[in-house]
């Protein structure tokens, strides 16, 4: 029988809360006054933990499971039906080459859509447009049914 995943502590949901506003690991620690690398560690520990390999993943995971609040966003952009999954598809995959494999398209032209859609969500970065389309009830994605 396998054991249930242990939820984050404290400390990895308030990691996770600024990975969600896309913060760099030496801005987290500068906030959280904690060495960049033990910002690392604590994201590396919950990476292994819940098997994601992306920080986008990891913030996906944790809005669907309730280990941590989506922000406050106003109504959301009108999004194409090819925004959505490009979003879905950023939340859900490790590396931009399985993105584009997903989609059909190449690594440079996903990478310039993924910008455009962060650029009109006015989202800081990826793990923050997550968040965003979290809130927007765009995602959650498959994380559900594992929980």
Do not use: C
């Not at 500068?30 to 986008?56: C, D, F, G, N, W």
């Amino acid at each position: 029988m396998t054991q249930p995943v242990a939820a984050p502590t404290q400390r990895e949901r308030e990691v996770v809360s600024y990975v969600a506003a896309s913060l760099s690991n030496d801005e987290i620690g500068a906030v959280l006054k904690l060495a960049p690398s033990t910002i690392a560690r604590h994201l590396q520990i919950m990476s292994a933990r819940y098997q994601v390999t992306t920080r986008e993943a990891l913030v996906d995971l944790a809005l669907s499971r309730g280990y941590l609040q989506p922000p406050e966003a106003g109504p959301a952009p009108d999004f194409t039906d090819q925004d959505i999954q490009l979003i879905r598809l950023a939340a859900a995959r490790d590396r931009t080459a399985t993105l584009s494999a997903a989609m059909g398209i190449s690594k440079s032209t996903a990478l310039r859509r993924l910008v455009d859609v962060r650029r009109k969500a006015g989202a800081r970065g990826n793990a923050h447009l997550v968040a965003l389309a979290f809130a927007w009830g765009i995602l959650p994605a498959p994380w559900e049914a594992t929980s």
